[in-house]
């Protein structure tokens, strides 16, 4: 471990003197991957730099010990017996730190709400989700812009669309892939029963076009116009943009933005998406895995989590937590659920080591 641990710091001090060459500064793209990398593993650098220091001041009291004067040998014992346990427990920090990242956890993300079971209600709560998690991202100083919005008749949405940018966003919000459902009283609801509706979410990765190694032969692009709502809305040119991947027949299509160019991106951003699962199914097959992912497939079938209003109750049903504070979770506290659903990630990772 202090190997992988020395090697890793001497990544960073490269990295370190890299940020400093007027040549990188100069190119924003780069400086800010390398800045990025280089704030990951600052946490791995100072935990390495207290590890290190441990080691060193045991290997002293160590020495300490064949001292002839009994006094100098108290001491070091009681120095033995005071880091020993401070070495145990930051080799545990240690190993969780040292978990593969997934690469794609830095990376932005479109982030899509959608009304599901339960009519009126639905779109009023996919409107509620829209609240918590925008709250959420103000919480972590992220950006977001919407990119389509299809309003319920009664409030709330049918589909929003988002982008979201900051730090480690999609590492944050992939968890949150699935279906949601709310139990409670609706406002329509005359006689005071508690209903069950439903809204999914959609997180996915947002990709460079040159992050993206798909060759450019294999992809067959169409255009067409897209339909609106009507009136001033009608979409009036080949904003709709679609993707056919030959070798796969793979096809992903996207009509949410007016404009084309945003189209091409969240699309091929969705062909992406699909390439990779399809690649993910057939390794798992041909592994023959038999245990689904801790934290799910992200398939929008899942469900995921229920928020139910008459307890203040949220349950997420992956890892079985149930938390009783459903009115600050609305209010975009979901860290502690997020930060739960990483450590089980984490472990389930550490098993698969």
Do not use: C
């Not at 067959?220 to 993707?243: C, I, L, W, Y």
């Amino acid at each position: 471990m202090l190997e992988k641990l020395e090697s890793i710091y001497n990544h960073f001090l490269v990295i370190e003197e890299k940020l400093s060459d007027p040549e990188i500064v100069s190119d924003m793209k780069k400086y800010s991957s390398l800045h990025k990398e280089y704030k990951q593993l600052q946490v791995i650098v100072d935990a390495y730099k207290k590890y290190k220091n441990i080691l060193d001041n045991l290997a002293t009291a160590k020495e300490m010990l064949g001292d002839a004067d009994p006094d100098m040998q108290s001491m070091a014992q009681e120095e033995i017996n005071t880091l020993t346990p401070e070495k145990e427990a930051l080799e545990e920090d240690i190993k969780y730190l040292l978990i593969p990242k997934d690469p794609d956890d830095q990376l932005d993300v479109v982030f899509e709400i959608r009304s599901g079971a339960g009519g009126d209600e639905a779109s009023i709560f996919a409107g509620d989700l829209y609240k918590m998690y925008t709250k959420f991202f103000e919480s972590h100083g992220w950006r977001h812009e919407v990119v389509s919005i299809s309003e319920g008749t009664v409030g709330g949405y049918n589909k929003i669309v988002l982008e979201v940018f900051g730090e480690e966003v999609y590492g944050k919000l992939k968890f949150e892939s699935g279906a949601h459902r709310v139990q409670r009283v609706p406002k329509t609801e005359s006689q005071g029963r508690v209903h069950t509706s439903a809204a999914t979410v959609v997180v996915m990765p947002k990709f460079e076009e040159e992050d993206i190694d798909i060759k450019k032969d294999d992809l067959r692009v169409d255009t067409f116009r897209a339909s609106g709502a009507g009136g001033q809305h009608v979409n009036k040119t080949e904003s709709g943009v679609r993707f056919t991947h030959i070798p796969t027949g793979i096809v992903s299509e996207s009509t949410d933005s007016r404009s084309q160019h945003k189209n091409r991106e969240i699309a091929l951003t969705k062909l992406y998406q699909k390439i990779k699962e399809a690649q993910k199914l057939k390794t798992y097959s041909e592994q023959k895995a038999q245990r689904k992912s801790l934290v799910g497939s992200g398939d929008r079938s899942d469900k995921i989590r229920t928020y139910n209003y008459p307890q203040n109750r949220v349950t997420d049903h992956r890892i079985n937590l149930t938390l009783y504070n459903l009115d600050k979770i609305m209010g975009g506290l979901i860290d502690e659920i997020i930060e739960k659903l990483q450590m089980a990630e984490n472990a389930d990772k550490m098993v698969e080591e």
